[in-house]
């Protein structure tokens, strides 16, 4: 089981200082800020996933995360030297980013230029062009009469995508693409994705990709992949886009899913409202100390009379005095606590985590972890503050998920492991 981690350009600078919390005035972001497989002695995926929606934006409402510069270095370079892989074992994949144009009424790109983008690229897989269906309804497969039951868009969107599916391998098959082309069914109950599968499976794909299934519960996508296990052929394989579970990872293999991408580890790092920090069978809440200047709400407040500057920054940096001589072994837990009390009641309010720090304080999980990020944070790894800080979580999440991965697994390829014991999620 293989695990593609899609880049958004989630990167860390490795001069940020969490003391003074500056950071090199030479720094240039592309040249010197660092992707999870810069940072750890083992990549924490087995390949990386890049959207042509991601990198050039849609046209529409979706703008791109690439400058101009980090477009045209991508196309120049490649995909490998872009991201600085060099001799490291991981593979990468193109997607065109069907969410990131998912209410415009047809897919921005054609299939023309998609595959181009790979070509340009260097990929070593190629998604074909899709169309994301809004919705799902596992009661339609009964419903009469049929398909015209279906809501009209929903048919629409499969068969624009199985329009451009067939020219995308008619085109990448006559200009003999070196990249592998996986084709990606989009559906909106088990029989229509099975109908999806079957038809790429009748144009030639070996890959194919299901897709639009993160809104669906695990229950609904073993459903489908169910129903298309039986009309799945020996040389054909399953890739998840977007979908991680890892709980019923073992029971998507038994249905054929060979592969799978998600963001969800780094995500949770600084979206969740508790799990944050990933760790050995469970997750803890990360410590919040939000910045007054990147707090919109703050300043708000702040600029309205609500709160007083003064008083706010010094409660904000005796949060982070408190919690550095705490992991020094220079203050107690209760101090800390009471610290991260006193400022919540002024950028919060609403909300008591005093009992979740303490436990978090008891624990102390940070100091319990191998990873390389933990060892060189110590507690500002567990502070839910800036980009420097929550970017860092999410990369350990990331050591974590995929060392539990490989615990189920084994190495794909037969890839060595460092120290794949006793970490769970």
């Given at each position: 089981m293989?695990?593609?981690f899609p880049?958004s350009q989630d990167?860390?600078?490795?001069?940020?200082?969490?003391?003074t919390e500056t950071?090199s005035?030479?720094r240039?972001?592309q040249?010197?800020?660092q992707?999870p497989?810069?940072i750890f002695?083992?990549?924490?995926?087995?390949?990386?996933l890049v959207s042509k929606?991601i990198?050039?934006g849609t046209?529409?409402e979706s703008?791109?995360?690439y400058?101009v510069?980090?477009?045209?270095?991508?196309?120049?370079v490649?995909?490998?030297e872009?991201?600085?892989?060099?001799?490291?074992k991981?593979e990468?994949?193109?997607?065109?980013?069907?969410?990131?144009?998912?209410r415009e009424?047809r897919p921005?790109?054609?299939a023309?230029?998609?595959?181009d983008f790979?070509?340009q690229?260097?990929?070593d897989?190629?998604?074909?062009?899709?169309?994301?269906?809004?919705?799902?309804?596992?009661?339609?497969?009964a419903?009469l009469p049929g398909?015209?039951?279906v809501?009209e868009?929903?048919?629409?969107?499969?068969q624009?995508?199985f329009?451009?599916?067939?020219?995308?391998?008619?085109?990448?098959?006559g200009?003999?693409?070196r990249?592998t082309p996986?084709g990606?069914?989009?559906g909106?109950?088990?029989a229509?994705y099975?109908?999806?599968?079957?038809?790429?499976q009748?144009?030639?794909?070996?890959y194919v990709a299901?897709?639009g299934m993160v809104?669906?519960?695990s229950h609904?996508?073993?459903?489908c992949?169910q129903?298309v296990?039986p009309?799945?052929?020996p040389?054909?394989?399953?890739?998840?886009?977007g979908?991680?579970?890892l709980?019923r990872?073992?029971e998507f293999r038994?249905?054929g899913v060979?592969?799978?991408?998600?963001?969800s580890p780094?995500?949770?790092?600084?979206?969740?409202?508790?799990?944050?920090y990933y760790?050995a069978?469970?997750?803890?809440?990360a410590?919040r100390?939000?910045?007054?200047?990147?707090?919109a709400?703050m300043?708000?407040?702040?600029?309205a009379g609500?709160?007083n500057q003064?008083?706010?920054r010094?409660?904000?940096?005796?949060?982070?005095?408190?919690l550095e001589r705490f992991?020094?072994?220079?203050?107690q837990?209760?101090e800390?606590?009471?610290?991260l009390?006193?400022?919540?009641?002024?950028h919060?309010?609403r909300t008591?985590?005093?009992?979740t720090?303490?436990e978090?304080l008891?624990?102390l999980p940070?100091?319990?972890?191998p990873?390389?990020?933990?060892?060189?944070?110590g507690?500002h790894?567990?502070m839910?503050?800036g980009?420097?800080?929550n970017?860092?979580?999410g990369?350990?999440n990331?050591?974590?998920?995929?060392?539990?991965?490989r615990?189920?697994?084994g190495?794909?390829g037969?890839?060595?492991q460092?120290?794949?014991t006793n970490v769970?999620r």
């Amino acid at each position: 089981m293989k695990f593609f981690f899609p880049d958004s350009q989630d990167l860390v600078d490795p001069s940020f200082d969490f003391r003074t919390e500056t950071r090199s005035e030479s720094r240039i972001r592309q040249r010197d800020d660092q992707y999870p497989h810069e940072i750890f002695a083992a990549p924490p995926y087995d390949g990386i996933l890049v959207s042509k929606g991601i990198v050039d934006g849609t046209g529409g409402e979706s703008s791109g995360r690439y400058t101009v510069a980090q477009r045209h270095r991508l196309l120049r370079v490649g995909v490998r030297e872009f991201f600085r892989l060099g001799d490291i074992k991981l593979e990468t994949m193109g997607d065109c980013g069907a969410f990131s144009y998912v209410r415009e009424k047809r897919p921005p790109f054609s299939a023309r230029e998609v595959i181009d983008f790979y070509i340009q690229c260097g990929f070593d897989y190629g998604l074909s062009v899709d169309h994301v269906i809004l919705g799902y309804n596992a009661e339609l497969d009964a419903a009469l009469p049929g398909i015209e039951a279906v809501p009209e868009e929903w048919r629409e969107r499969q068969q624009i995508t199985f329009e451009l599916a067939e020219e995308f391998m008619r085109l990448s098959q006559g200009q003999a693409c070196r990249f592998t082309p996986v084709g990606i069914a989009q559906g909106w109950s088990p029989a229509s994705y099975a109908r999806a599968v079957e038809e790429l499976q009748n144009l030639g794909y070996r890959y194919v990709a299901m897709g639009g299934m993160v809104p669906l519960k695990s229950h609904e996508i073993l459903a489908c992949l169910q129903k298309v296990k039986p009309i799945l052929r020996p040389d054909v394989s399953v890739h998840l886009l977007g979908v991680t579970r890892l709980d019923r990872i073992e029971e998507f293999r038994r249905l054929g899913v060979v592969s799978f991408d998600s963001t969800s580890p780094l995500r949770q790092a600084f979206k969740d409202d508790k799990d944050n920090y990933y760790t050995a069978g469970r997750t803890y809440c990360a410590l919040r100390v939000p910045q007054i200047e990147g707090n919109a709400k703050m300043r708000n407040r702040i600029t309205a009379g609500e709160v007083n500057q003064t008083e706010a920054r010094r409660l904000e940096r005796g949060c982070i005095d408190a919690l550095e001589r705490f992991d020094q072994g220079e203050c107690q837990a209760e101090e800390v606590v009471s610290a991260l009390r006193a400022y919540e009641l002024v950028h919060d309010g609403r909300t008591d985590r005093s009992a979740t720090y303490a436990e978090i304080l008891r624990d102390l999980p940070w100091r319990a972890c191998p990873c390389e990020i933990c060892r060189r944070l110590g507690i500002h790894v567990m502070m839910f503050r800036g980009a420097e800080r929550n970017r860092r979580r999410g990369f350990h999440n990331l050591f974590v998920f995929y060392r539990r991965l490989r615990e189920i697994f084994g190495p794909p390829g037969g890839r060595s492991q460092k120290g794949l014991t006793n970490v769970a999620r």
